[in-house]
T-cell receptor
């Protein structure tokens, strides 16, 4: 069965650079969530979208922005990268606003 | 801030033993999910719970949605080496809202 696809899987950036992560949800899933996970920590919620509209917002820095497109894929844009942004970034999709959450394999961002 | 307290933080057990872990909160949740995560990989959904008191099984795994809606429990029976990993609970208060994650339980199974 198709799963959540994230790209790129690995990304290395310098401080103050920008990065864009992409997420392709499971077909017919209309809800997308973004999470950030530091080493040894639990996933921290950043932002979510339902039917292309922002549905909830968590601890997403002002330097980050995200959107969900008409084909339901989502992109997380990160600017002015800091060392502390190094983490695993997960996208998850759900068939509706209140349903099971399925995670992608994650994008590992390293900021040097 | 952290809303879900998960315990125990870590467990070291012998193969074949049963495992119990729980997740508690001061808030009420409408949905509880349980995940297993291996290092560097995405969390894999194990069990989903939608009703207070609900008891759901998935093979050797059984999870329960607490009656107060403020807690959930996960049991693993007859543990095997591939059960090793970090287990997370996640709770959602309402549709469209974020899922809060617990602090995780690290499980080590000794053959």
């Amino acid at each position: 069965a198709a799963g959540v696809i994230q790209s790129p899987r690995h990304l290395i950036k310098e401080k103050r650079e920008t990065a864009t992560l992409k997420c392709y949800p499971i077909p017919r899933h209309d809800t997308v969530y973004w999470y950030q996970q530091g080493p040894g920590q639990d996933p921290q919620f950043l932002i979510s979208f339902y039917e292309k509209m922002q549905s909830d917002k968590g601890s997403i820095p002002d330097r980050f922005s995200a959107q969900q497109f008409s084909d339901y894929h989502s992109e997380l844009n990160m600017s002015s990268l800091e060392l502390g942004d190094s983490a695993l970034y997960f996208c998850a999709s759900s068939p509706g606003a209140a349903g099971e959450l399925f995670f992608g394999e994650g994008s590992r961002l390293t900021v040097l | 801030g952290q809303q879900l307290n998960q315990s125990p933080q870590s467990m070291f057990i012998q193969e074949g033993e049963d495992v119990s872990m729980n997740c508690t909160s001061s808030s009420i949740f409408n949905t509880w999910l349980w995940y297993k995560q291996d290092p560097g990989e995405g969390p894999v959904l194990l069990i989903a719970l939608y009703k207070a008191g609900e008891l759901t099984s998935n093979g050797r795994l059984t999870a329960q949605f607490g009656i107060t809606r403020k807690d959930s429990f996960l049991n693993i029976s007859a543990s095997i080496p591939s059960d090793v990993g970090i287990y997370f609970c996640a709770g959602q208060k309402g549709g469209g809202n974020q899922f809060y994650f617990g602090t995780g339980t690290s499980l080590t199974v000794i053959p």
